[in-house]
């Protein structure tokens, strides 16, 4: 049974950074993509950056220059490196993989809350 696991958030100051984590402890097809959404309250939920099994990341033009993607398949992890963090960031991340093959599957983790402010 596939599990995503985020962590990594908390409550960090506007100009600082943190690292988000999300572990996969299940068998995920290996041609995938893998993402990092994120819902603000009362907004809908938004693509903040995905990576494709090819190593290509796109990124939100609210986080170009500041949020870094990457996975380490070894470890089963995809992480979001997160700079210069502002209040507007504030929200609930979620992990999300896609298999991106005919008939794949999707799976989501159930979130890390990420609060930033002074």
């Known amino acids: 049974q596939v599990q995503l696991v985020e962590s990594g958030g908390g409550l960090v100051q506007p100009g600082s950074s943190l690292r988000l984590s999300c572990t996969n402890s299940g068998n995920i097809f290996s041609i995938n993509a893998k993402a990092w959404y994120r819902q603000a309250p009362g907004k809908q939920r938004e693509l903040v950056a995905s990576i494709s099994s090819g190593g290509i990341a796109n990124y939100a033009d609210s986080v170009k220059g500041r949020f870094t993607i990457s996975a380490d398949n070894a470890e089963n992890t995809v992480y979001l490196q997160m700079n210069l963090v502002k209040p507007e960031d504030t929200a609930v991340y979620y992990c999300?993989?896609?298999?991106?093959?005919?008939?794949?599957?999707?799976?989501w983790g159930k979130g890390t809350l990420v609060n930033v402010s002074s």
């Open positions: 999300n993989i896609r298999e991106t093959v005919p008939g794949g599957d999707e799976y």
